[in-house]
């Protein structure tokens, strides 16, 4: 397969009728062959997520209200896209069987992630099929496919891992008939099954990861992921007004960047695209004649910050032993009992007698907190964040660590991270210094100076 053009659409990107319908200008404008991937229309997964907290807390009234707000959603942008009464049923259908099931979980008691995934997945279900359907109308032909039927997973419910074999399989027999029979197929992502054909989902914000692995599989021109903001920016708009636009940066710096906090990209996006080079673009939907972010294996601009993202929620565990002095194996001890209790630790610093590290996700902290207090002496502290500044070269780059510390006078930085990768310099701080620490940053490294080539500033 060549000559393919992967695109996927963000919530905000499809959020109402006017969106969509933007989006379906967007497709027709290409000449390409396109696969467009497009998340639940904004708002409706975390409607889902609501839901299915109101299954545990066994409140079914507010559970079914729930379901009915995404039904009426779903079903006054049908009217409005003007779709066939087929549609309009399809919602109803789609929505009245999960009512079913909510009853049954409500009666059982209880929630399996397995179930949560079959909730889970309707937003997306249902925003692929109603633009589909529109994209039919306004383009002609165009082939709908329901993404669990080619995205192939484990069965670890809610963040599946893909199986990148089956998956390829999949995809190359659906799309067989790609460029003669039709030139533009539309799917949701977020989605896939495992082996037993049950629904999975690849975690939040796992479109972007779907549009990567499509993109990985039919060997795609370019990776585009269309979104609210006109490309990777210095910082979160959100927290930085005066954020730049980057016209380029690497995949490392974007997978880093990722990783640390920018929402932009879901973190695994990018490592499909890196083995077979496939460019990757992040563009506006607001903005379609914007330039974006091209990333790419190498940019030509390093020894630079070139953004900062950031965190929270973060919490830091110190542990301390006399045993560690001079002990061989005491690291290996404390990392088991966290690959025991299946927690992924992001920063560590060791020093003779103590080993501080963080961890984001606090499900098994009782558990870990546990079995490390029978060999050492703990110390928490939670509410943490973490900020990280990306740009290649920059651990070798004299200047920068002291322009960065200089720029942070007066904040307490509970820890630091600078060497393990060649593009990242993280610190710790508190939640309660997080704003003052990125606005402080951001004026240090990007109020002035910036390469007109790199950066653009936005209005
Ligand atoms: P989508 O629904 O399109 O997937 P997301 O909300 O997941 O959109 O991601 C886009 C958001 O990411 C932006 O609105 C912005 O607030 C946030 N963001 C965080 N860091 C960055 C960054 N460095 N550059 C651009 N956007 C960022
Ligand atoms: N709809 C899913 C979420 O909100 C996936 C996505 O939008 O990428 O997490
Ligand atoms: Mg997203």
């Known amino acids: 397969m060549n000559n393919i053009l992967v695109r996927k659409f963000g919530g905000t990107s499809v959020k109402n009728k006017e969106a969509i319908v933007n989006v379906v200008n967007i497709i027709k404008k290409s000449e390409k062959n396109q696969v467009v991937v ?107 496919i329901n993404s669990s039927e080619i995205i192939k997973t484990d069965s670890n419910f809610t963040e599946a891992e893909i199986d990148f074999k089956q998956t390829n399989l999949k995809i190359n027999e659906q799309f067989a008939k790609f460029n003669q029979s039709y030139k533009i197929i539309i799917c949701g992502g977020f989605i896939g099954s495992d082996k037993f054909g049950n629904i999975t989902t690849l975690g939040r914000g796992g479109s972007d990861y779907t549009a990567a692995i499509i993109a990985k599989c039919v060997k795609a021109d370019a990776l585009e992921i269309w979104t609210d903001v006109d490309g990777i920016l210095s910082s979160d708009p959100r927290t930085i007004k005066t954020a730049k636009l980057l016209k380029e940066i690497s995949y490392k710096e974007a997978a880093e960047l990722a990783y640390f906090g920018a929402k932009v990209l879901h973190p695994k996006t990018i490592y499909p695209a890196i083995s077979d080079e496939i460019p990757v673009y992040v563009l506006n939907s607001l903005n379609p004649n914007g330039q974006g972010t091209l990333i790419k294996i190498k940019s030509q601009y390093c020894n630079m910050i070139k953004a900062i993202a950031f965190r929270k929620n973060i919490t830091i565990i110190n542990i301390t032993s006399n045993r560690m002095l001079g002990a061989y194996g005491f690291l290996a ?17 060791t020093s003779e ?107």
């Open 38 to 144: 497009v998340s639940a229309l904004s708002g409706i997964t975390n409607l889902l997520v609501s839901c299915i907290e109101n299954i545990k807390k066994r409140n079914i009234e507010q559970t079914i209200n729930n379901l009915e707000q995404v039904r009426n959603t779903h079903k006054q942008l049908t009217t409005e896209l003007n779709l066939e009464n087929y549609a309009v049923d399809y919602v109803d259908n789609t929505i009245d069987e999960l009512i079913k099931i909510t009853y049954a979980l409500d009666i059982i008691g209880e929630i399996s992630n397995k179930s949560q995934d079959k909730i889970l997945s309707i937003g997306e279900l249902l925003s692929s099929f109603i633009i589909s359907e529109y994209a039919k109308k306004e383009i002609g032909i165009v082939k709908y």
């Open 333 to 349: 001890k404390v990392f088991d009992v966290f690959l025991v209790n299946e927690t992924s630790v992001d920063l560590v610093s």
């Open 353 to 459: 007698v103590s080993i501080s590290l963080t961890i984001d996700n606090d499900k098994n902290l009782p558990l870990i907190i546990k079995e490390l207090s029978t060999f050492a002496n703990i110390d928490l502290h939670k509410n943490q964040a973490i900020i990280s500044a990306v740009g290649e070269g920059i651990r070798d780059t004299s200047g920068i660590a002291s322009r960065f510390f200089g720029a942070l006078k007066g904040v307490n930085i509970a820890m630091i991270s600078m060497g393990a990768s060649e593009v990242n310099l993280g610190i710790i701080v508190s939640e309660r210094e997080l704003e003052k620490s990125i606005e402080l940053l951001h004026k240090e490294f990007f109020d002035n100076e910036l390469l007109p080539d790199l950066f653009v500033e936005l209005n």
